[in-house]
């Protein structure tokens, strides 16, 4: 029964510098028994293949309940994100200090968008 309730309990970073360090200055950082952080600093030589295999290993922890990702940096694996359909984690796209957020880029407004008539919120 306590296992249970540690599940879904984290949320996990793929960020730039400035984004990892504020979350972890935040107190998100953890480890797994695995000896796995729940957070992947990208440089500028991050090669993509390491933020698609990361992303792709946190989505099946099931000590995640949320994923916050650089929406840049999301830009690289965004057939991953579009393909995405599970609701937990949740995967949250997010500006970073050099990139404003582009709402038309975030593949989760963009279903959202789809699965409401703008004539039900008059």
Excluded at 43 to 72: A, H, V, W
Excluded at 103 to 116: C, E, V
Aim: charged residues 30%.
């Amino acid at each position: 029964m306590a296992h249970q309730q540690v599940k879904r309990k984290l949320i996990a970073v793929i960020g730039d510098e400035d984004t990892c360090t504020g979350f972890m200055l935040g107190g998100i950082g953890e480890i797994n028994q695995k000896r796995q952080p729940n957070f992947l600093l990208v440089k500028k030589d991050t090669p993509r293949s390491e933020i698609e295999e990361t992303f792709t290993s946190f989505m099946k922890r099931d000590d995640i309940g949320i994923i916050l990702i650089n929406q840049y940096i999301g830009d690289e694996i965004r057939h991953l994100l579009d393909q995405n359909t599970e609701s937990i984690p949740a995967v949250l796209e997010i500006p970073s200090k050099e990139h404003p957020y582009d709402a038309s880029k975030d593949s989760i407004l963009r279903r959202a968008k789809g699965m409401f008539n703008p004539d039900d919120f008059r």
